[in-house]
């Protein structure tokens, strides 16, 4: 299944940085995985708004070409497309050296490939639910490993994963998606206590709620049902710009959360796990079952997107005040729970 990258040749584009084989002293060299839409197509024209060297992965040469045009008509020192399948170690090595080989050195390298599976656990085929997890963590895994060669030989470098709330507040119906980014919170703060002897090598993470990306219309599907978030959604590019502010931080943030509903998330599930799983079930299988059909299908598991868009399409105009209330209503949620389980205090003179 995976992608041999000899069938894939790198997709440059011109630009004398490229041309004479290094980076401009100034500018970041930066690789993106998962940059052909989403967040990682935002978050490459974001460092290309400041003059990066950018080197671009994803499965299809096609949806790259015009992602490397875009970042350099935006200011790009250079840009460079290398299809990669990320659950290919031997394909995210040939990533890596190609960006040394062009740039001579990487200095952030963002993890930002992920993929899903929406459906029952015991509805969605198994082999869905493993490529979810080769994906979004074994994908990581291979990027870090490529990265971390590399900065432990420098003595700098950043590294960026893109895990999501999803590593912290399981999700029903992703089963899959929640394994893989538990495994990626995990793999995070191992790599941050292996690199803590090297004061210039950070392991970051970024940690949204739900992103108005295209990726739950790009992956797969076995509800039945349209798939429609009622929940606030954050721009893919106030992501990407997360992203850009932790590259050029000094002493960058191990963990950045984002959206509203993140902290109170995190604290419903620490106070009431079990009441929080089955108000989100019950929550999702309302809203799936009011949802207009739609047959099963495979997405961008197993075959590349085409588009290269970084809108999902889905997000309203909404206001703070708005996702305040819906952040609110988790933590008020998870302590009525809380409140309710808590064994009542004797009487005085009982």
């Known amino acids: 299944m995976a992608f041999l990258r000899k069938n894939f040749p ?13 980076a401009p002293a100034c500018a970041q060299v930066v690789v993106i995985t998962g940059a052909s839409s989403g967040i990682g197509h935002a978050t490459a024209l974001a460092f290309a708004a400041r003059g990066a060297s950018l080197v671009l992965a994803a499965r299809n040469a096609d949806t790259l070409a015009p992602v490397a045009m875009a970042c350099r ?17 031997e394909a995210v090595a040939h990533l890596a050296s190609t960006a040394l080989r062009h740039y001579g050195r990487i200095d952030v390298w963002v993890n930002g490939v992920g ?45 960026i994963n893109m895990i ?16 893989s980014k538990f495994g990626l919170r995990g793999l995070s703060e191992s790599l941050r206590a292996e690199v803590s002897d090297l004061p210039d090598v950070h392991v970051c993470d970024v940690a949204p709620t739900w992103v108005d990306s295209p990726g739950l219309s790009h992956g797969a599907n076995y509800t039945g049902h349209h798939l429609h978030p009622r929940v606030p959604l954050l721009d893919p590019r106030r992501v990407a710009h997360t992203v850009v502010a932790l590259a050029q931080a000094p002493r960058p943030r191990a963990v950045t959360w984002m959206g509203a509903a993140a902290l109170p998330g995190r604290i419903a ?30 997405g961008n598991l197993f075959t590349p997107s085409r588009a290269t868009g970084i809108d999902g399409g889905q997000r309203k105009a909404q206001r703070t005040a708005v996702e305040r209330v819906a952040a609110l209503g988790v933590l008020g949620l ?17």
Request: aromatic content about 6%; cysteine-free.
């Open 73 to 89: 008509n935006a200011g790009a020192a250079a840009a460079l497309g290398v299809p990669t399948d990320v659950t290919d170690p």
């Open 269 to 298: 599930h620490a106070v009431a796990p079990q009441g929080l799983g089955a108000f989100m079930r019950w929550a999702t299988s309302r809203a799936l079952n009011k949802a207009r059909p739609m047959p099963h299908s495979d």
């Open 115 to 159: 993929v899903g599976a929406v459906g029952r656990f015991d509805e969605t085929p198994l082999q869905a639910h493993r490529q979810v997890v080769e994906t979004n963590l074994i994908g990581h895994l291979n990027g870090a490993h490529a990265a971390l060669r590399h900065f432990r030989e420098r003595g700098r470098g950043t590294l």
């Open 334 to 350: 998870a302590i009525g729970i809380w409140a309710a389980r808590r064994p009542a205090a004797p009487r005085r003179g009982d």
């Open 10 to 22: 790198s997709v440059p584009v011109p630009s004398p940085a490229a041309a004479g084989g290094t």
């Open 164 to 179: 999501s709330v999803g590593g912290w507040v399981p999700a029903p119906f992703a089963a899959a998606y929640t394994a």
